[in-house]
């Protein structure tokens, strides 16, 4: 299947495309009017205007140190997850998204990366809760909103991921725990770019690691029986 994600309306009925996601929040922070000829897709924690209209909105490592443009390796600021407010405004977006087509996409869920975030309200929440492991407890918040999010969706909940497959990785860098994410009716998208695709080996390795921490395999006939990875080029 090829799929598209684009900000331009004209673009989702492009025939070369079999399915289309549109930004109706962006990690710029812009904003646009949901769709109903298309998968309607919210960035989720990459907000590039809230976190610059309010600093305190931005997850910090134990350092101090914000993830946000100015740092290293950071392409768009980061909200946390864990504020309430900016969570809520998520979920009537979502709802917003819902009324145009029954399909969402949850793009940017997560925590920066690994280190974050011992903001005062993160460390706070921790501590009231019932958690002893850190990670177990940022896994904790991520499910939760994940959930409170696809509650909201009728059709299908689309969950973007990271493409990091190997084990431990995606629950350490982002919160994201795919044991308990996979219910088996919704849908991951792990996003794969390059210039040209001259080079295809890494592909295959990212999608055969997918496959292998998910227990799947494509319904093709011309899928390798042994790994379910489909020939080069699909």
């Not at 931005?58 to 946000?68: H, I, M, S, T």
């Not at 993160?122 to 896994?139: G, P, V």
Request: hydrophobic share 30%; net charge negative.
């Amino acid at each position: 299947m090829y799929g598209v994600v684009t900000r331009n309306a004209g673009e989702v009925d492009w025939s070369t495309f079999e399915r289309a996601f549109y930004e109706v929040k962006d990690v710029t922070g812009r904003p646009a009017e949901p769709l109903p000829n298309a998968v309607n897709m919210v960035s989720c924690f990459g907000d590039n205007r809230a976190a610059g209209d309010d600093p305190d909105l931005v997850p910090v490592n134990e350092a101090g140190e914000p993830a946000n443009r100015d740092r290293d390796y950071f392409d768009w600021a980061y909200v946390c997850p864990t504020h309430g407010a900016y969570r809520e405004g998520l979920l009537e977006i979502v709802e917003d998204c819902v009324d145009a087509n029954d399909d969402v996409r949850l793009d940017d869920v997560g925590f920066p990366r690994e280190g974050y975030c011992h903001c005062e309200r993160c460390e706070r929440l921790f501590d009231e809760s019932d958690y002893e492991d850190w990670y177990d407890w940022r896994a904790s918040v991520i499910t939760g909103f994940v959930a409170e999010a696809a509650s909201r969706v009728p059709g299908r909940t689309y969950l973007t991921l990271y493409p990091d497959p190997y084990p431990g990785h995606l629950y350490r860098r982002d919160g994201l725990d795919l044991g308990v994410l996979d219910d088996g009716d919704d849908v991951f998208v792990v996003p794969l770019y390059d210039t040209s695709y001259g080079t295809t080996y890494w592909l295959e390795t990212v999608a055969r690691g997918f496959q292998s921490a998910l227990g799947w395999k494509p319904e093709r006939d011309d899928a390798d029986g042994e790994s379910g990875v489909l020939p080069s080029g699909d």
